[in-house]
C-alpha cells in the first residue's frame, strides 16, 4: 500500500469507518506514518482527526495545510472543533476560526474561555430547543422547516419565554404523541441541567449514573448554552479510567504509539522517586548491618515481609483510589472502610505469619526466628491496610491526585515497615 | 432516618432516583441496610434493584417476597430482567418469569439460552422497526397508534420483508423529513449489525469507537432480535476497565460494600501467590548467604536492584494490558513494542545504573561494589521491560486474563533477575 499509490490507497479507505482509519495511522510505525500522511494529505477528514490520539493529533495537524486544516474543520460540531484547536499556536487557531461561518466561530470561542476541565469547554453548541408552549405539531413543522438541525439529536430541549432551560421531551415521545398535544406534557419527569463551569467528569459521572443521553448546559442565567453527549462522556470516562490505571503504575500520560524516547521520558520520573524510597527503604536495612551480619538468615527473609506488605498495601490502594474516583469512598464510610482494612490486614496477617513461621523455623532450624518472622508480617499488614486508604484519602483531601501519588507512599511505609520490624525485632529477641 | 418511620421515609425517598437510592444502599453499613431493606419492603422497584451493585442486589432480592418482586420486575426492559433473574436459584427465577407477560418471558427465556458474555445474552429486545418501503408518513402514524414503544429509543431500524435487517433512521431524520419521503432514502449510510453470540465486550467497544446509540443484535437468519444500547455499554466498559485495575492490584471481584470475611477472602489467593513467588526470590538469595555474610552491604542494596526492576516491569506490564484490552496491541506491532520497552529499559537502565554506582560505591566506600549494582540494574531493566511485555501477550494467546496473572509472573522474574544479577556478580567480582 505504501507504493506511493494515492489513487489505490484512496479507493481502499474511502468506505472506511474514520474510527478505522484513525486506529490504523496510529497501528503503523513512525516512517510509515509519514509517508503515509504525505502520500494521502487530502483524504484526512475532520472525524478522522478527531478520532485520533492527542499526541499524533498534532503530527497530523502540523502536516496539514491550513486552507486543508479549514475545510477539514468545517463540519465538525462545536465541541470537536475546540478539541482540535485547543492545542494549536495562536496563529493556526486564528487561520482555523476564521474558516468557520460566524456563529460556529462564536460557539468555539466561546468554549474557549471556559477552563479546561469545565463542562463549558467540552459541550457541543448543536442543539435543537423549544418554546415549552408549542405543540407537537408546531415542533414538527419546525424540523421539516429549513432550520439547520445537528447531525444527531435525540431530545428537545423545553425554554421558557427567557430561554431558561426547563425539561426535555425525547423524539420517541415526540412522535409517538399526536399533533395537538402540548410539548410541555410529554415532558420526562426528571430534568438536570449542569453549569458551564462545572467538572466535566461529574458531568460524565451524572450521565453514566442516571442513564442519560445528553446532558445539557446552562449559563448564569439558567439559559441553555450547549449538551455534552454521552458518547463523549463514554470517551471521557474512558480517558479517566484509564488514566487512573496508568498512574497507578507510574506509567502517566503513555500511549502505545509513544517513540522510546518519549517512553523513556515518562517513566523515568517514577523510577527515579522509587529509586528513592527504595535507598530509604535500604537505610532501614543498614541500621541493622551488624544483626544481618550475625544472622545471614535475616538477609533471605527479610525480601519476603516487605515485599507482603507491598502487595497488601496495593490491594488496599487500588480499592481506595478507584473507590474515590467514583465517589463511592466519602467522609460517610470512611472511617469504617479504614477499620476494615486494617481488620482485612489483621487476619490475613495472622494467617500468612503462621504460615511463614513455620516455614522460616523449618528452613533455618531455629524455632524464634519464625515466631520475629511472623510478628513482623502481623504488624506490616496491618499497617498495609491502613495506609493503603488512608495516603490516598488524605492525599486527595490535599487535591493531589490519590492515583499518581499513593503508589510511592504506600510501598515506602509498607518497605520501611516491614524491614524495620523484621529487623528490628531479629535484633531484640534473636541475638 | 431509621427511626422505624415508613411514612417519613417513604416522603424522603420518593423524590430521588433510583440509581441514588442504590447508590445510598451501597453506602449504609450491613447492619443498617438490613433494617432499611425490612422497613423500606415496598419501596424498592426495579430500577433501583438493577441500579445496585451486584453482590447487594442478591441481599436485597432475598429479602424481597416473590409476589412483590414480579411486580418489580414487570417495569423494567428485557435485559435488566436478565440480568436480574440470571443468579437466582431455579425456582425463584421460575416465580419471576411467571409473572411476566407472555412475549417479554419468551424474550427474556431466549435471552438466558445464549452463552453468558454473549451479545445475546445483555441485548434488550425492546425496540422499533419498520418495513424499508414505509414512508415517513407511516412510520409516524405506525408510532402514534396503540402500539407498545419502549421506553426509550433513538432509532428506527428497517428490515425488508423476510425481517433481516436492512438498515437504520434516526428519530432526528425521520422528523425532519416530510411524510412522503421513503425511509429507505433517509436511511444512515454505515449500518453495523452484530450476531448474537458475539462478545458483548466487543459490541460495547464498537459502540464506543464508531459512536453508535444502539447496536442492533441479529440472529443466524440476520434477523433483527434486540439490540444493545449505549448506556449499557458504557456502564459496561467502565466495569472492565475497573475489573482490569482491581485484577492487576490482585483484589479480584472486590468492592467497597464487601465485608471483612468476603474481602479478606478476596485478598487471600493473591498474598499467597505472592508470597509463593517472594519464597523462590527468597531461596535465590539463599544460595548466596555466603556472600552476604561476607559482605553485608550486599543485603542491603539487593533490595534497591529487585524493587527498580519491579517498578519497571509493573509500568510496562500496565501499559501492555491495558493495550491488549482496547485492541492497541495486536499481532502487527507487537514485536515492535516489545523491542521498544527492552530499549526504554535499557536507556533507563544506564542512568539509573550510573546513579546508583555511585551511590553504591560512596556509601560503602568500595568502588567495585558500584559497579556491580549498576551493572545488575541494566540486567534488570531491560528484562523487566521484555518480561512485562511478552508475559501478558503469551497469557493473552493462552487464553489467560493478562490482568489477572501478569503482575505475579512479572515481579517474580524481576525479583529472581534482580537478586541473582546482583549476588551473583557480587560472587564473582567482589570475592
Given at each position: 500500500v505504501q507504493a506511493q499509490d494515492v489513487d489505490t490507497l484512496n479507493a481502499i479507505l474511502e468506505p472506511i469507518h474514520p474510527a478505522d482509519i484513525a486506529h490504523l495511522i496510529e497501528q503503523v510505525d513512525a516512517r510509515d506514518r509519514r509517508d503515509f500522511l504525505t502520500l494521502w494529505k487530502?483524504?484526512?477528514?475532520g472525524e478522522t482527526l478527531s478520532e485520533l490520539d492527542e499526541n499524533l493529533r498534532e503530527e497530523v495537524l502540523e502536516s496539514l495545510a491550513p486552507e486543508d486544516l479549514a475545510t477539514v474543520v468545517r463540519d465538525l460540531e462545536s465541541d470537536d472543533v475546540v478539541d482540535l484547536v485547543e492545542y494549536l499556536d495562536e496563529d493556526q487557531q486564528e487561520q482555523v476560526l476564521d474558516a468557520l461561518a460566524a456563529p460556529d466561530r462564536v460557539a468555539v470561542e466561546q468554549a474557549l474561555s471556559y477552563p479546561e476541565e469545565s463542562a463549558g469547554r467540552h459541550m457541543q453548541s448543536e442543539l435543537v430547543r423549544a418554546p415549552e408552549h408549542w405543540s407537537v405539531g408546531e415542533a414538527i413543522d419546525y424540523m421539516r422547516s429549513d432550520v439547520i438541525l445537528p447531525d444527531q439529536f435525540y431530545h428537545i430541549i423545553l425554554v421558557d419565554p427567557r430561554l431558561k432551560a426547563v425539561g426535555y421531551v425525547t423524539l420517541g415521545r415526540l412522535l409517538s404523541s399526536?399533533?395537538?398535544?402540548?410539548l410541555r406534557d410529554i415532558m420526562e419527569d426528571s430534568f438536570r441541567t449542569f453549569h458551564v463551569a462545572q467538572d466535566v467528569e461529574e458531568v460524565a459521572q451524572a450521565i453514566n449514573h442516571y442513564h442519560m443521553i445528553t446532558a445539557p448546559v446552562v449559563d448564569d442565567d439558567d439559559r441553555i448554552v450547549g449538551v455534552i453527549t454521552i458518547d463523549d462522556a463514554m470517551a471521557f470516562l474512558e480517558e479517566e479510567a484509564e488514566e487512573d490505571l496508568l498512574r497507578l503504575a507510574g506509567?502517566?500520560?503513555?500511549?502505545?504509539?509513544?517513540?522510546v524516547r518519549e517512553t523513556t521520558r515518562q517513566r523515568f520520573p517514577w523510577l527515579a522517586v522509587n529509586l528513592v524510597t527504595a535507598i530509604l527503604a535500604s537505610m532501614v536495612i543498614g541500621l541493622f548491618e551488624n544483626t544481618i551480619s550475625e544472622l545471614v538468615a535475616l538477609a533471605v527473609l527479610m525480601p519476603i515481609v516487605a515485599s507482603m506488605g507491598g502487595n497488601a498495601g496495593t490491594q488496599s490502594l487500588t480499592v481506595a483510589v478507584r473507590a474515590i474516583a467514583t465517589r463511592d469512598l466519602t467522609g460517610a464510610n470512611v472511617w469504617r472502610v479504614i477499620r476494615k482494612e486494617a481488620l482485612v490486614g489483621l487476619i490475613n496477617g495472622i494467617v500468612f505469619a503462621v504460615v511463614m513461621g513455620v516455614i522460616g523455623a523449618v528452613w533455618f532450624g531455629i524455632p524464634q526466628l519464625g515466631y520475629v518472622v511472623a510478628a513482623a508480617m502481623v504488624v506490616n499488614l496491618v499497617i498495609a491496610g491502613l495506609a493503603g486508604t488512608m495516603i490516598p484519602v488524605v492525599l486527595d483531601k490535599l487535591k493531589v491526585d490519590p492515583a499518581l501519588a499513593s503508589g510511592a507512599f504506600v510501598t515506602t511505609v509498607t518497605d520501611i515497615v516491614g524491614f524495620f520490624a523484621f529487623l528490628g525485632l531479629a535484633a531484640i529477641y534473636l541475638l
Open positions: 487530502g483524504g484526512i477528514d399526536p399533533r395537538a398535544t402540548r506509567v502517566g500520560e503513555g500511549s502505545l504509539s509513544d517513540g
